[in-house]
């Protein structure tokens, strides 16, 4: 009995131990230590330092800092509206698309969803400068285009540049939503259609009273996905700010941290706007989990 | 159970804490006696690579590897910080401009050269640039470039107009209005939202001083009367349509450049090799004028934009040979005008332009000589009393922020500098500097 637990005690340990340690250095540690420098700050003397600079625990001054930073504020309110509309449009789009392939009538199904997902397989940056390119005047020929018609497209100004970064995002990640959904789909039992085909019902009602509500653990999981990436929005400005003068340097969250860190040298300020948006990352899935999982049990 | 969760806990406290606890202090050592140096050098100075294979070749005991980087402000500064702060990975030798050495010193990163044979040599080096290389009366880094300004434009496009090149700022209004009102895709140049260096040169003209130390406690003065003098020039414009405001030194601009819808450039010296890089044919339809000033009578004033320095770089396991090469790139002869083929910008050390490469009629400009024409006076006109502090990078940052906030509608660039101001101030303070504002 004993050696059989210590064999299946081994097992497990040689199993899992690589990905908990990794996890730890990687994730835990790193985490500990940017807790650790959110609440403390360095302590100089002298005009430049001179060399007497010393580590001091501060408390929550940092996080109050970084709290009453109107631009920080404003960058945590722009990725939530960010999120607001973006979240629905890629989740609607994805369903669609993953309706679309998944139709009775539908043909060249292996090419549509490969085309679907090709964007997901250019890294960021490149897609950022690729849309980059299209949306700069005198080199995109969208603008050119519909200059021709008298149409003047802006869409790096402030008031589009907002849009132009969701397309970006859509475009990479709604055939990646759209194969999960998609997946989900295939898993359906295939006697819900066919008693629903003799029940008489049309493709809309087969659509909207067996697909949807047994794909929805697979949009629920999307979802929390597209939240958690849709508030840590980062390589899209970064790459686009040379391009536009609408991109602050504290134009989302992350961003903020970045430069705090890198330009500025405040790592511990960067910390701490860190912790804030993880923390509000984590707010907004968990409750979106709870708002979801309450609902479906009622 | 609940125990091995308890002990795996305090292991992993124990393991954070130890991690944190580590705070390496890079340290000097000078090894002397060894066969051959092996010195790193991040630089982004196009044509720099040449002086450097001249002086592996005549120094095969300093072996120097070059190692091109993105410029500073676009992530190489903060490449070197993080080396320095993890204590190694950084470079000897480091390309740093100006305005980002209190930087480089308030994190203690930089060697003082002067025991180095910077003593020695100190005097071959332009005043002012040697002594915003200067803290605490110790010289940290070896001026290699500045840049004097002056109004690069296109001379066809000017003569077709009528129009003679500006020579004061009012002249500049009336010619952008010239400009814009004959060809609407026209402007006479842009104000580019993200490049406040571009900004604080054009407030450096108009005598503005922003920044000063005393003792131990610095002075921020941003939104002087100067400066609000220059922001309130540039609304003007802004608001009656007669600037672009896209940004320079990216894709569009450089389009309105080869496509002339973009005339005139107040730039340093060093925006020629810019221009001619990105805009190769327009090649002979540029020529360079001084700089325009904000009044006829009084003396001509110019400013400075950029310019770089050579520092060494704590950690380095030879400061002795690193300083060595680092005074030989910007003294020596050969090595200038490599430099100068580069287009690395004007020389730091004085006299160095009559006989140098610089000193020749440029076929870009229409066969005009704009070095001994226009900027050696410009040069001589900077107001050479003017310093950095060690967070001028946030500094910039919050102008450009502020003036892409103004160029979206919202406010103005007047009310930018102000709020760069109080940011400024307050980024002093919360590095734990002495700071005192006006």
């Known amino acids: ?232 929005l980062f390589g899209e400005p970064l790459v686009l700010r040379p391009l536009s003068s609408a991109i602050t340097s504290s134009y989302t969250p992350n961003l903020s941290a970045y430069n705090q860190a890198f330009t500025n040298n405040n790592y511990n300020l960067a910390a701490a706007e860190s912790v804030i948006l993880a923390l509000i990352a984590c707010a907004f899935s968990f409750g979106f989990l709870k708002l979801v999982g309450r609902r479906r049990s009622s | 159970m609940k125990r091995r969760k308890g002990l795996a806990i305090i292991a992993a406290v124990a393991t954070i804490l130890t991690v944190a606890g580590c705070s390496s202090s890079g340290t000097t050592t000078q090894s002397s006696g060894s066969d051959t140096a092996n010195l790193t050098f991040w630089s982004w100075v196009p044509g720099i690579d040449k002086a450097v294979d001249l002086w592996n070749k005549e120094n095969p005991k300093i072996r120097v590897k070059l190692e091109m980087t993105p410029t500073g402000s676009s992530g190489t500064y903060a490449k070197m910080y993080s080396a320095l702060k993890a204590g190694k990975g950084a470079p000897d030798l480091a390309q740093v401009e100006y305005q980002e050495l209190p930087g480089f010193i308030l994190e203690n990163g930089l060697v003082d050269l002067g025991p180095l044979g910077m003593d020695a040599q100190k005097s071959k080096f332009v005043d002012w640039q040697l002594s915003q290389s200067t803290f605490n009366n110790k010289v940290y880094a070896v001026p290699q470039a500045s840049g004097p300004m002056g109004l690069y434009y296109r001379a066809d496009i000017f003569d077709k107009l009528g129009l003679k090149p500006p020579t004061t700022w009012d002249e500049y209004a009336a010619d952008a209005k010239t400009i814009h009102d004959a060809n609407p895709s026209q402007y006479i140049s842009t104000f580019p939202p993200g490049n406040s260096a571009w900004f604080t040169s054009l407030a450096w003209q108009a005598g503005a001083k922003w920044f000063g130390l005393k003792g131990d406690t610095w002075s921020v003065n941003i939104a002087s009367p100067e400066t609000v003098k220059v922001a309130a020039y540039w609304d003007k414009l802004r608001e009656a349509g007669l600037i672009a405001t896209v940004p320079d030194f990216a894709n569009g601009w450089y389009s309105d450049l080869q496509k002339g819808n973009i005339v005139a450039w107040p730039s340093a010296q060093w925006g020629g090799s810019i221009i001619s890089g990105n805009a190769p044919d327009t090649s002979g339809k540029w020529k360079v004028a001084p700089m325009p000033q904000w009044s006829t009578a009084g003396k001509f004033t110019s400013a400075n934009w950029g310019g770089s320095s050579v520092a060494v770089l704590k950690g380095t396991s030879n400061a002795q040979a690193a300083a060595k090469f680092a005074l030989w790139l910007n003294t020596n002869p050969d090595s200038i005008n490599l430099l100068i083929a580069g287009g690395y910008g004007w020389p730091a050390t004085k006299s160095a332009l009559a006989g140098s490469d610089l000193d020749k009629p440029d076929p870009f400009l229409g066969g005009q000589n704009a070095n001994k024409a226009i900027f050696k006076a410009s040069d001589a006109a900077i107001n050479t009393n003017w310093a950095w502090i060690p967070t001028t990078a946030a500094t910039y940052s919050h102008l450009n922020d502020g003036f892409a906030a103004a160029v979206a509608g919202n406010g103005t660039f007047v009310d930018a500098v102000k709020a760069a101001q109080k940011a400024t101030v307050a980024d002093m303070k919360a590095k734990g500097l002495k700071v005192k504002a006006g």
Not at chain 1, 6 to 17: E, P
Not at chain 1, 64 to 76: C, G
Not at chain 1, 104 to 132: N, T
Not at chain 1, 193 to 215: C, H, M, Y
């Open chain 1, 1 to 232: 009995m004993k050696s059989t637990r210590t064999r299946t005690r081994i097992a497990v340990l040689g199993l899992l131990g690589p990905f908990v340690v990794l996890f730890i250095f990687t994730l835990v540690v790193p985490i500990g230590y940017a807790l650790f420098q959110s609440f403390t700050a360095t302590q100089r003397s002298g005009a430049y330092g001179n060399g007497d600079s010393s580590t001091v625990f501060v408390g929550f001054t940092n996080y109050v800092r970084a709290l009453t930073d109107p631009a920080f504020v404003a960058s945590l309110g722009r990725v939530l509206l960010f999120a607001v509309v973006q979240v629905p449009i890629m989740i609607v789009l994805a369903t669609v698309l993953a309706l679309m392939l998944d139709a009775a009538s539908a043909r060249g199904v292996r090419f549509f969803r490969s085309v679907y997902f090709l964007p997901y397989g250019v890294p960021g940056v490149v897609a950022s400068l690729l849309w980059g390119f299209l949306y700069t005047p005198g080199l995109s020929p969208i603008i050119d285009i519909s200059k021709t018609f008298g149409v003047q497209l802006d869409f790096l100004g402030s008031g589009s540049i907002l849009f132009s970064i969701a397309n970006i995002v859509i475009w990479q990640y709604a055939g990646y939503n759209m194969l999960v959904i998609v997946a989900q789909l295939k898993s359906i039992d295939a006697d819900l259609f066919e008693a629903a085909a003799i029940d008489g019902a049309n493709s809309w009602q087969v659509i909207t009273r067996i697909k949807l509500p047994l794909i929805a653990p697979a949009i629920v999981l999307t979802t929390v996905f597209t939240i958690i990436g849709t508030l840590q």
